[in-house]
């Protein structure tokens, strides 16, 4: 008795038929597959460059909690990876001028207290236009004086920086009295100048890696 499991002999070509048409399908489907870009891989290569970018910071760490986030932009280009690092570090100082403002008009205050808040609203408020001017001209092509640009943008990032520092200093030597508004104070500033200090290096290490180019522009 023929085994009906089975194609029979004048059915045989027809069935080879199918399962070739099969065969194809699967080699084009597997052969799509092989094209999709591998993103997790990709996604991985240009937060690694970020985390290996923030090494040569001072705040490494806050470096890279900051900026990990804009990896996908940032890829692996230093200029990005720079302007990325001013442009977090511009809403900072922002947002802490805004948190001190607030904090001046705290009932209760001193008056050296809230002479001290004012004077460093004021120095952040310069840091603010100092990052301004960073990412403004940061963003511009690269022109003809590129090192003089560099300059120019390394020269504001350091004043914002010491305005920052400025801030701190005018709560320095106070009694114990004056402990919670300093403390205060401190936690908005130190952040927005570790953030300055790193967008300094991360600045830097393009500059260093722009002049290696030997002139390619970006």
Known sequence: MEN?????????????????????????????????????AGIRTNT????????????????????SVYAGKIKTNPKTLALAALHVNLAAARSSAASMRRL????????????????????VGDSVFELQRAVRELGRPRGY?????ISDIETWVSSAL????????????WAVNGFSVKA????HIVRVA??????????????SSAAAEEGVLP
């Open 4 to 40: 009906s499991h089975f194609p029979s002999f004048q059915t045989l070509p027809i069935f080879l038929l199918f399962l070739l048409l099969i065969i194809s399908d699967q080699t084009q489907i597997f052969s799509a597959a092989s094209r999709i870009p591998k993103s997790p």
């Open 48 to 67: 690694e460059y970020v985390r290996t970018s923030c090494t040569t910071t001072s705040y490494p760490r806050l470096c890279y909690n900051s900026l």
């Open 104 to 123: 001046a008009k705290t009932h209760g205050l001193r008056r050296r207290e809230a002479s001290a808040i004012y004077d460093c609203v004021e120095e």
């Open 145 to 149: 004086d590129f090192g003089g640009l």
């Open 162 to 173: 010491t305005d920052e520092e400025t801030c701190m200093e005018g709560f320095g030597g």
């Open 184 to 187: 205060k104070v401190r936690r």
């Open 194 to 207: 570790h953030l300055t200090s790193n967008s300094l290096a991360l600045i830097n290490s393009y500059a």
